[in-house]
T-cell receptor, first 110, second 111 residues
Framework: QKEVEQDPGPLSVPEGAIVSLNCTYS??????FMWYRQYSRKGPELLMY????GNKEDGRFTAQVDKSSKYISLFIRDSQPSDSATYLC??????????FGKGTRLSVIA | DSGVTQTPKHLITATGQRVTLRCSPR?????VYWYQQSLDQGLQFLIQ???????AKGNILERFSAQQFPDLHSELNLSSLELGDSALYFC??????????FGPGTRLTVL
């Protein structure tokens, strides 16, 4: 089993839709959970950062962590064409390198 | 803009050659991480430096090496290049928190 798994997509949604992006992981030592957004061939941009289980909201974005099932989600409300990108989840256990999923490619159609 | 800079943006070279990629972390960040992103492998951790010292190694080939200088910038050296080394190379810096901030990357093409 890979350490971090994501559905690669592509995921295509109409503008204004609610998007759900998900990751599963296998290492129970992970305590910090990050979501990065990467536009084509650009550097990953930190979008959300949560610690342990629970929810965190920032504008149209909500990150959710369920450590008991090792499941991470990112929700995007009122999706916009500018949200079209690859979304990477990256759990880690503190002062350690990030372990990335392969990313989910999202396309929001106007 | 993350505050992390990388040069050059693009590199095109031939097999067997050697190249150096440069990274300047955000002001005050002591940790630098190098990652490789290829189409089929996703983002893979290569190596980490903290204040000039190597802290962790990932799947870095023996042909690759890195260092971090007293001014905290870091260089990744890739030698005896092969076609399969073509990829995007990113560095990320980390301050006192756990967030890592990525640079814009260097796109390496080996012909």
């Amino acid at each position: 089993q890979k350490e971090v798994e994501q559905d690669p997509g592509p995921l295509s949604v109409p503008e204004g839709a609610i998007v759900s992006l998900n990751c599963t992981y296998s290492n129970s030592a992970f305590q910090y959970f990050m979501w990065y957004r990467q536009y084509s061939r650009k550097g990953p941009e930190l979008l959300m950062y949560t610690y342990s289980s629970g929810n965190k909201e920032d504008g149209r974005f909500t990150a959710q962590v369920d450590k008991s099932s090792k499941y991470i989600s990112l929700f995007i409300r009122d999706s916009q064409p500018s949200d079209s990108a690859t979304y990477l989840c990256a759990p880690h256990s503190g002062n350690t390198p990030l372990v990335f999923g392969k990313g989910t490619r999202l396309s929001v159609i106007a | 803009d993350s505050g992390v800079t990388q040069t050059p943006k693009h590199l095109i070279t031939a097999t067997g050659q050697r190249v150096t990629l440069r990274c300047s972390p955000r002001s005050g960040d002591l940790s630098v991480y190098w990652y490789q992103q290829s189409l089929d492998q996703g983002l893979q951790f290569l190596i980490q430096y903290y204040n000039g010292e190597e802290r962790a190694k990932g799947n870095i080939l023996e042909r690759f090496s890195a260092q971090q200088f007293p001014d905290l910038h870091s260089e990744l050296n890739l030698s005896s290049l092969e076609l399969g080394d073509s990829a995007l190379y990113f560095c990320a810096s980390r301050g006192s928190g756990n967030e890592q901030f990525f640079g814009p990357g260097t796109r390496l093409t080996v012909l």
